[in-house]
């Protein structure tokens, strides 16, 4: 499993706006500027966040971003799973996945299905709230 650029700076990007926004809009300039991101790849990452209904958005003066919900209601698996699409670790564990005709067979099945439950059960229970606390950095 790999977790790509994308994936890490949309959980950077909602961490940032769970840190630093509150109820006030956060205009995306300042939080490319703190994370050190650039404006133009986080303008790539938002449509996904606003779609799936974790940030909200206002154009215009006094616009930006904000998470829809409070820090603790958002996992990193849920983040992680929005923009990475799986987290599978082989292909015939990924969603929607054709039967594999091996299955039955298969004698490492049983560990990438151990390994999938590990890894989704790991970033499922971790929320940005989880990520704001020192004990968690």
Same mark, same amino acid.
């Given at each position: &499993?790999?977790?790509? $650029?994308?994936?890490?700076?949309? +959980?950077?990007?909602?961490?940032?706006? @769970?840190?630093?926004?509150?109820?006030?809009? $956060?205009? &995306?300039?300042? =939080?490319?500027?703190?994370?050190?991101?650039?404006?133009k790849y986080i303008?790539?990452? &938002?449509?996904?966040? =606003?779609?799936? #209904?974790?940030?909200?958005?206002?154009?215009?003066?006094? #616009?930006?971003?904000?998470?829809?919900?409070?820090?603790?209601?958002? $996992?990193? #698996?849920?983040?992680?799973? +929005?923009?990475?699409?799986?987290?599978?670790?082989?292909?015939?564990?990924?969603?929607?996945?054709?039967?594999?005709?091996? @299955?039955?067979?298969?004698?490492?099945?049983? +560990?990438?299905?151990? +390994?999938? @439950?590990?890894?989704?059960?790991?970033?499922?229970? =971790?929320?940005?709230?989880?990520?704001?606390?020192?004990?968690?950095?």
């Amino acid at each position: &499993m790999y977790i790509s $650029t994308r994936g890490r700076y949309a +959980l950077r990007v909602m961490l940032d706006l @769970a840190e630093n926004s509150g109820d006030a809009y $956060t205009p &995306m300039k300042e =939080v490319a500027r703190r994370q050190e991101i650039s404006l133009k790849y986080i303008e790539r990452i &938002m449509p996904a966040l =606003v779609q799936a #209904g974790f940030v909200e958005g206002v154009h215009g003066r006094g #616009g930006g971003y904000r998470l829809a919900r409070a820090p603790e209601a958002y $996992t990193v #698996g849920a983040i992680l799973r +929005l923009t990475e699409g799986e987290l599978a670790p082989v292909a015939c564990l990924a969603e929607g996945a054709k039967p594999c005709p091996r @299955a039955a067979a298969c004698q490492t099945l049983p +560990l990438w299905q151990r +390994l999938d @439950a590990l890894v989704n059960d790991f970033f499922d229970g =971790v929320t940005l709230k989880d990520l704001l606390t020192p004990a968690a950095k």
